[in-house]
């Protein structure tokens, strides 16, 4: 009953066909089990019912215009998030390299260095 | 105000339509596929005594109602005093899927509280619900004249949903 583990049981919706005990699941397994027997494909049975209950009951839903957002959704988060990490990492290493100093700037530093220096051993 | 400190307060208001959206949705609404398609037909015994056998091909030609219904479901309890009113009202036929039911309970609970049905079919064995889609009691199909399922009410219907979405639905499939 692989099959069965596919398809949503309606009543309690969070759980499987194979899993559910509610009466309605009882009496689908008991369907996709006649319908096993008597020769049908795994495919003829989801459509069997999907016809009836609609690509609710799969637990893989297909691919198609109404799901497409489903299947691409976690993909399109994870590159937005990859975009922003990429831009924010870039912004921090100009922050993090530090300017160099001007010819001036290079020489007053010096000078108090120095200062500081001849205080010290004062 | 730099642009930037907007951004916590635009998700936050994103977040917030979201969940408002998902508040009025109802999970456990399985939008039905049938609509728009043939109901299945069905050959069925009634209910009535002695019972008969009543085709899903005699009511061609009208616009009915299909009750699922069943003497063990408490919400179908609480729509009955509903279909009885809408019943006498005579503005279109209700017909009833007696789903997975003992026949004489469910006699029993029409003969205590009335019988809205123009007739209602015994589903013993819950076939004819699979073949409708019914995943939960009460469910109402409305059918138009050419068999065609053309709404699904899931849950008891109130004299609001009668009124608001079964009745003018009835009224413009009478009109075509």
């Known amino acids: 009953m692989q099959l069965a583990s596919e398809l949503r049981c309606l009543v309690c ?77 870039k912004q921090r290493r100009q922050r993090v390299a530090e300017p160099e100093l001007s010819h001036d700037e290079q020489a007053l530093a010096e000078s108090l260095l120095q200062t500081d220096q001849t205080k010290e051993t004062t | 105000m730099k642009a930037r400190y907007l951004i916590p307060l635009a998700i936050f208001i994103a977040m917030l339509v979201f969940l408002g959206v998902g508040l009025k949705l109802d999970p456990r609404e399985v939008p039905s596929p049938l609509i728009d398609k043939p109901a299945p037909a069905f050959r069925l015994q009634t209910l009535d005594t002695p019972p008969r056998v009543l085709s899903s091909a005699e009511m061609r030609g009208q616009v009915w109602l299909l009750n699922v219904w069943a003497s063990w479901c408490s919400g179908c309890r609480e729509e009955h005093p509903v279909l009885v009113e809408l019943s006498k009202t005579r503005a279109v036929p209700i017909y009833g899927l007696d789903y997975k039911d003992q026949p ?73």
């Open chain 1, 13 to 89: 919706q969070n759980q499987t066909i194979a899993d559910s005990n509610a009466d309605l699941a009882v009496d689908l397994r008991n369907e996709i089990r006649e319908k096993i027997e008597s020769g049908m494909s795994d495919a003829e049975i989801k459509d069997f019912m999907v016809a009836r209950y609609g690509d609710f009951v799969l637990y893989r839903p297909p691919l198609k215009n109404t799901t497409l957002f489903l299947w691409v959704g976690p993909f399109l988060l994870l590159a937005v998030g990859g975009g922003i990490l990429y831009v924010a990492l």
């Open chain 2, 104 to 176: 004489d309970d469910a006699r029993r609970l029409l003969n205590g509280l009335g019988n809205p049905y123009v007739a209602s079919v015994s589903d013993l064995d819950g076939r004819t619900g699979i073949e409708f889609g019914v995943y939960g009691v009460p469910e109402t199909f409305v059918i138009d004249k050419a068999g065609i399922i053309r709404h699904k009410q899931t849950g008891p219907i109130t004299p609001e949903i009668w009124r608001d979405t079964i009745l003018p639905l009835v009224k413009k499939l009478n009109a075509a």
